[in-house]
C-alpha cells in the first residue's frame, strides 16, 4: 500500500512566524500535491510537483512557497503565518507523469491553528 | 475548464437505508473520474474509480457508472452502515487537457445513525 506521511497531525503557531509542513511517500511517485482543506470551500490546489526540483502554482499559491529536493520528500512553507492561513493541510502523491488516470494517494493531514 | 458538482449535504440517514450522492462533471477531454471518502480525523481515501464511459467503479458495496451522455458519476449504496458516516468527495482528472490536477467538489457529509 502507498504511504504518504505528515509530519504533524497537529500543529500550532503564531502569526509572522515560519512554518514548515513535511510530506514523505514511500512509493517512488513523480507527482506530489499540497491542498487546503476549510469548511464549505471542499479542498484547494495550493501548488504541486511534477518531479524533483519541479514546481507549478496551484490555484491559491499566495502565501506559500514548496521545497522539492528529493523524490520522496514535499514541503510546504509558510513565509509569514498569517490566522487566515489556518486550515487543514493534505499532501497527495501520485504515480506516473502521463497517468492521470491514477488516483493520488493522501496522507492524514495536518492541522495547523494560527494563534 | 473542469468542475465537479456534487449534491449538498448533509445527509442523514437511517442503518440499512439506501444511500446516492449526486455528482455531475464538466471536462474538456476525457476525464477519469473518482470518489473520494474522508472519515473524521483522517486524509481522504480512494473509494473507487473509473476511467472511460460505462465504466462502473465499486469497491465496500458502493458502486458508481460513469455516465458520459449525462456527465454524471453518482455513488450508491444499497444498505449503509454507522461505519458508511463520513464526508464524500466526487473529484475527475483530464489527461486530454494535459493537467495533473483533481478538480474536486465540494463534498457530501454522509451520516448514519443506528
Known amino acids: 500500500d502507498v504511504k504518504v506521511t505528515q509530519s504533524s497531525r497537529y500543529l500550532v503557531k503564531r502569526t509572522g512566524e515560519k512554518v514548515f509542513l513535511e510530506c514523505v511517500q514511500d512509493m517512488d511517485h513523480e507527482n506530489m500535491f499540497w491542498y487546503r482543506q476549510d469548511p464549505g470551500l471542499g479542498l484547494r490546489l495550493i501548488y504541486f510537483?511534477?518531479?524533483?526540483?519541479?514546481?507549478e502554482k496551484g490555484d491559491i499559491p499566495e502565501g506559500y512557497s514548496v521545497s522539492r529536493e528529493k523524490k520522496e520528500r514535499f514541503s510546504l512553507i509558510l513565509e509569514s503565518a498569517s490566522t487566515n492561513q489556518t486550515s487543514m493541510y493534505l499532501c497527495?502523491?501520485?504515480?506516473?507523469?502521463?497517468?492521470?488516470?491514477?488516483?493520488?494517494?493522501f496522507g492524514d493531514g495536518t492541522r495547523l491553528s494560527i494563534l | 475548464g473542469n468542475s465537479v458538482t456534487q449534491m449538498e449535504g448533509p445527509v442523514t440517514l437511517s442503518e440499512e437505508a439506501f444511500l446516492t450522492i449526486n455528482c455531475t462533471y464538466t471536462?474538456?477531454?476525457?476525464?477519469?473520474l473518482f470518489w473520494y471518502v474522508q472519515y473524521p480525523g483522517e486524509g481522504l481515501q480512494l473509494l473507487l474509480k473509473a476511467t472511460k464511459a460505462d465504466d462502473k467503479g465499486s469497491n465496500k458495496g458502493f458502486e458508481a457508472t460513469y455516465r458520459k451522455e449525462t456527465t454524471s458519476f453518482h455513488l450508491e449504496k444499497g444498505s449503509v452502515q454507522v461505519s458508511d458516516s463520513a464526508v464524500y468527495f466526487c473529484?475527475?482528472?483530464?489527461?486530454?487537457?494535459?493537467?495533473?490536477?483533481?478538480?474536486f467538489g465540494a463534498g457530501t457529509t454522509v451520516t448514519v445513525r443506528a
Open positions: 471536462a474538456t477531454g476525457y476525464p477519469s
Open positions: 510537483s511534477y518531479d524533483v526540483k519541479m514546481k
Open positions: 497527495a502523491s501520485r504515480s506516473h507523469p502521463q497517468g492521470s488516470n491514477q488516483p493520488q494517494h
Open positions: 473529484a475527475l482528472s483530464d489527461a486530454f487537457s494535459n493537467d495533473y490536477k483533481l478538480s
